[in-house]
């Protein structure tokens, strides 16, 4: 009777075990199918991979109706990464695109820094920070926490029409990737003498910058 009890608690253990197991399986499975895809393309096919809060997010697949597909990496439900767009024929494979995107756009087959500081002589620190969409680059001067009034200032660039006046240093129109250099004379942070300041810098990915150099 003892060994009969024995018998029927580790068989009811077992299939605990076993409910346990297949419930997670399919909470994973869940997480791997229930994800939505951001964009009017990426509505129109079916997406298998990662998924987080509701959304495609890490390494997935996406099979358009056309029948390309794309595997590579999602981020917040829009392919954002590593990844490779193909078809398939007869079994074989045609790459169309392979390399990086950003919010579904191709960015190309390398990885592009958004900007590259060149030089910095005679600065303490530097800031530069995308703001939005737009095509302009403005430039601030700030020293002991206030604006700087910099003196003998010099600003050249590949392209952009510069509407630098008293209260502004500003690049508009420009087309990226744009490479900007700035020269000027400024006083230091105990007004006892000038020295110049050269700040060199690429921008490579299109937007409203905003560019504040210390001293």
């Known amino acids: 009777m003892k060994d009969y009890f024995k018998i029927s608690i580790l068989l009811f253990a077992f299939f605990l075990c076993s409910f346990s197991n297949s ?3 399919k909470v994973e499975v869940d997480k791997e199918v229930k994800c939505k895809v ?6 129109e096919g079916d997406y298998s991979g990662k998924c987080k809060k509701g959304l495609a997010h890490g390494k997935g697949k996406f099979v358009y109706k056309d029948g390309r597909v794309f595997e590579g990496v999602f981020k917040k439900g829009m392919i954002t ?3 490779e767009l193909y078809t ?6 045609k790459v169309i695109k392979k390399g990086f995107w950003e919010k579904n756009k191709y960015l190309g087959e390398k990885k592009v820094v958004p900007y590259i500081v060149k030089k910095a002589f005679n600065i ?3 800031i530069i920070k995308r703001k939005g969409e737009g095509n302009q680059v403005s430039i601030n001067f700030l020293r002991n926490g206030n604006r700087n009034p910099v003196t003998n200032l010099n ?13 502004v240093n500003r690049l508009n129109i420009i087309k990226f990737p744009v490479e900007i250099q700035v020269i000027y004379f400024t006083r230091n942070k105990f007004n006892t003498t000038t020295y110049q300041v050269d700040f060199e ?15």
Not at 88 to 93: D, E, I, M
Not at 155 to 167: H, K
């Open 155 to 167: 600003i050249m660039s590949t392209n952009g029409i510069d509407v630098s006046g008293s209260n």
């Open 81 to 83: 990464g590593k990844g």
């Open 38 to 43: 951001k964009g009017v393309a990426l509505k």
């Open 124 to 126: 303490d620190r530097n």
């Open 201 to 215: 810098f690429i921008i490579n990915e299109p937007g409203d910058w905003d560019v504040t150099i210390y001293n």
């Open 23 to 25: 419930q997670n399986r």
């Open 88 to 93: 398939l024929h007869n079994g074989n494979k």
